[in-house]
């Protein structure tokens, strides 16, 4: 086992890693930014080393630096979490020529499934279910419009490199097409170094299911079922939860077993997320491999009693998957998460500014990851993530009543946050029955404008 851990990241998943190798008895690295340099979790890790100035580019995404700190510090592994260079496959073979461990999917997955194209080809290969969809486009509008009309509008314009919803944009006829790939490619670029584009048939009100992984290094892979994303803005994820409400499980359980089975086919390692959309109709369609912890990871963590970084940790360091998961992983009860963002709850426009207050909930089955403390400040510099509240109860509705319950005793001042809207999703009549799609929370927002 390794016996130092470079923690490359921030805020609230580098809090969750720390915490985690505290408990493996495993000395931690921790990196901040100038902007992050009075944050709490750094005084809970056994290193601390500074990475120049607060925009990400000269810090958390400066790969010479955090080699540097690698090599001074002297850590064995680095656990990238998620976000900044989680899924950057240079990085990882960077990390790996310096005689470290990379603690994630070997370098190859990254790069197969970083590349959103590339995977659905490799996915479709072994018979995962696909929407339909174009390949890398070009320049010329002509053929733009013919791989539009070919798959059949509406169209969803997706970047070929990235992630979190960020460049996704819905093109409904030809008129609208052309503006929507510029507006799209100007994101891509802008966001990930890269302007390559797709076109994916846009399923309307779709379930957003993604499925969670575990693999070693021998080739053995197993699920831990499935958690339902549903509840979204721009396209990003806000409420979570585990199990999927109103899927028969049956049908969870084979989806998400095809998935493992397919993925220990191809010899993928160590954790992984494979996100799919569900239609009305319950077809279900491959979107993308995630290579990564997810942001919502403790969804899972509280339904089956594994703890996923812990579980990371372990195979990455080579540990067989029947050690690390002994016995199969079973349901008990449910969970939501809720993310809680600095942000206008109407327009979702970042808050920054500093905490006066923060409080968070606290009680049996309230679990909070946060990296922030009182009298921090939210910098405009990094995503507006304040905290993730999560809770457990034996069923969904209760674990509904627990979420309304905690959000209602958080407080928090100096900084607008989302909370308001959570609430209305969380009290919503159709959200509560389980009628959840990806467009509930814009119906929600409407419904309360009118």
């Known amino acids: 086992m390794f016996a130092k851990v470079l923690v490359a990241n921030r805020g609230a998943v580098a809090a969750r890693i720390i915490r985690a190798l505290r408990q493996m008895n495993i000395r931690s690295v921790a990196v901040c930014s100038e902007a992050d340099a009075t944050l709490p979790y750094l005084a809970q890790a056994d290193e601390v080393y500074a ?23 002297k850590a064995e592994a680095v656990h990238p979490g998620y976000g900044f260079l989680s899924e950057n496959a240079a990085f990882a073979r960077r990390v790996m020529e310096a005689g470290a461990a990379f603690i994630g999917p070997s370098p190859r997955w990254i790069e197969a499934m970083g590349h959103k194209t590339r995977a659905r080809e490799l996915m479709a290969r072994y018979g995962m279910p696909m929407s339909p969809s174009s390949g890398l486009l070009d320049d010329h509008a002509d053929s733009i419009s013919a791989a539009a009309r070919a798959i059949g509008y509406p169209v969803l314009i997706k970047p070929a490199a990235g992630g979190g919803g960020i460049g996704m944009v ?18 891509s670029q802008k966001s990930f170094g890269n302007g390559e584009l797709y076109l994916e ?14 693999a070693d290094k021998a080739g053995n892979a197993c699920h831990l079922f499935e958690r339902d994303c549903s509840v979204q803005r721009r396209h990003q994820k806000v409420i979570e939860e585990s199990p999927a409400p109103l899927l028969p499980r049956r049908d ?28 009305a109709d319950g077809t279900c369609n491959f979107l993308e491999m995630n290579t990564r912890l997810q942001v919502e990871h403790a969804v899972t963590e509280a339904i089956t009693g594994i703890d996923l970084v812990t579980s990371q940790i372990l195979l990455a ?63 405009p510099y990094y995503d507006p993530l304040l905290a993730k509240v999560i809770v457990h109860a034996t069923d969904r509705a209760a674990a509904i009543r627990r979420m309304r319950e905690a959000l209602s005793a958080t407080q928090i001042r100096g900084v607008k946050t989302n909370i308001p809207f959570a609430l209305q999703v969380l009290d919503d009549e159709l959200f509560q029955l389980g009628h959840i799609h990806t467009g509930l929370g814009t119906d929600i927002l409407a419904a309360a404008r009118h």
């Open 51 to 73: 990475i120049g100035p607060a925009p990400a580019m000269s810090s958390y995404l400066d790969q010479d630096r955090l080699i540097d700190v690698l090599a001074r510090s």
């Open 170 to 187: 819905p093109a409904r006829d030809e008129v609208s097409l052309l503006a929507a790939i510029a507006q799209a490619r100007s994101v």
């Open 201 to 214: 048939k846009l399923i309307e009100r779709p379930r957003h299911i993604e499925f969670q992984i575990l």
């Open 252 to 279: 969870m359980e084979t989806t998400a077993e095809k998935i493992a089975g397919l993925l220990q086919e191809i010899g993928y390692d160590v954790i992984g997320t494979a996100e799919t959309l569900f239609g």
């Open 317 to 379: 360091a080579g540990e067989a998957l029947a050690t690390v998961i002994p016995d199969p992983p079973r349901v008990n009860g449910h969970a939501i998460e809720v993310r809680v963002y600095a942000e206008d709850p109407v327009r979702f426009f970042p808050s920054p500014g500093k905490l006066d207050t923060f409080e968070l909930p606290k009680g049996d089955g309230i679990r909070v990851e946060t990296g922030y403390g009182p009298g921090n400040t939210v910098t």
